[in-house]
């Protein structure tokens, strides 16, 4: 069997990136890599489901110790995607999900290049706006801050492999599981499929 690969998926927040997910996920083949946080859990959110809530000083350990893949601040808290499964589970075959913000997939990008990098963009940036204000769930100057935070991520969608758009969910499913096809069909990631091929002469 094939090695499996690593996606890395940004999107501001507001462009539907869950729902995307969510739907990629339904298909054993992925794994969604759980992230460190030093954010408090959300309502529903649960420890080593959502994230694996960490203390501080707990994060910093783990940095020290080498045990994070790649991580960043963001908004005053930790964010990391922690080392040991994410190998394991493309060893085994499996497509491995980071839900990751911009800083955090650059380091990626150096240390992994062979990932595939997938932004998720909003239609523009007056529908991520409008999509905020329907959700009801903040403040509009909370919303305004993370319209900012939207129009600087937007800034690093060039430097992703591939741009998805989420105007209809749709298309974007569509768009996105055509993007992972072309990736696997990609010689470099079927390398146990041709010695497989030569073998049965
Ligand atoms: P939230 O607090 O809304 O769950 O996440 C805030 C941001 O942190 C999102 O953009 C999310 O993609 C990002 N994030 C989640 N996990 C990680 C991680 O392991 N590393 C990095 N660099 N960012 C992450």
Do not use: W
Request: hydrophobic share 35%; net charge negative.
């Amino acid at each position: 069997m094939n090695k499996g690969i690593l996606i890395v998926v940004s999107a501001p927040s507001g462009c539907g990136k869950g729902t995307i997910l969510a739907e990629i996920l339904k298909d054993e083949g992925y794994y969604y890599s759980v992230s460190a946080t030093t954010r408090s859990p959300r309502p529903g959110e649960e420890d080593g489901v959502n994230y694996h809530f960490l203390k501080r000083e707990q994060f910093e350990e783990l940095i020290k110790n080498d045990g994070m893949l790649e991580y960043a601040e963001y908004c005053g808290n930790y964010y990391g995607t922690p080392k040991d499964k994410v190998f394991e589970k493309i060893e085994e075959g499996k497509n491995v999900i980071l839900e990751i913000e911009v800083q955090g997939a650059m380091q990626i990008k150096k240390k992994c290049p062979q990932a595939v990098f997938i932004f998720i963009a909003p239609p523009s940036v007056g529908e991520l706006r409008r999509r905020l204000l329907k959700r009801g769930t903040e403040t509009e100057e909370v919303i305004e801050k993370r319209v900012s935070e939207a129009t600087h991520e937007i800034g690093f969608a060039g430097e992703y492999d591939y741009i998805v758009v989420n105007g209809a969910l749709e298309d974007a499913i569509e768009d996105f599981k055509t993007v992972i096809r072309a990736e696997k069909l990609k010689s470099a990631n079927q390398k146990k499929l041709i010695d497989e091929v030569l073998e049965n002469a």
